[in-house]
């Protein structure tokens, strides 16, 4: 069982910048793809960014060019560095690990982010 701790969150003004992390609680060579989610208020869960372990990193169309994900191999974490933020960017973010291409999937808690216009 993989744990993940989310934190970064909060509440900030349209233009500004968040950098949420995800700390899982190990490393495993099972471990296929690494991602951040997100669910607004009444809207389905959405991919917003994973990385594919030996396979191309995704965006959603709606972030991509202003989010960056990253990996921290040494500390076990997955970064999401928000910028431009805008009011529609607002939801609570998850990290999830997925492992043996998804067999397993692990989620953490999530964090609230929120922007205002």
Known sequence: QVRLVESGGGLVQAGDSLRLS???SEDSPCISTLGWYRQAPGKE???VAALRVARSTLYADSVRGRFTISRDNVNNTLDLEMNKLKPEDTAVYYCRVDL????????G???????SS
């Open 22 to 24: 995800c700390v899982y």
């Open 45 to 47: 869960r959405e991919l």
């Open 100 to 107: 043996l291409n998804g067999f397993y999937k692990y989620w």
């Open 109 to 115: 808690q999530g964090t609230q982010v929120t922007v």
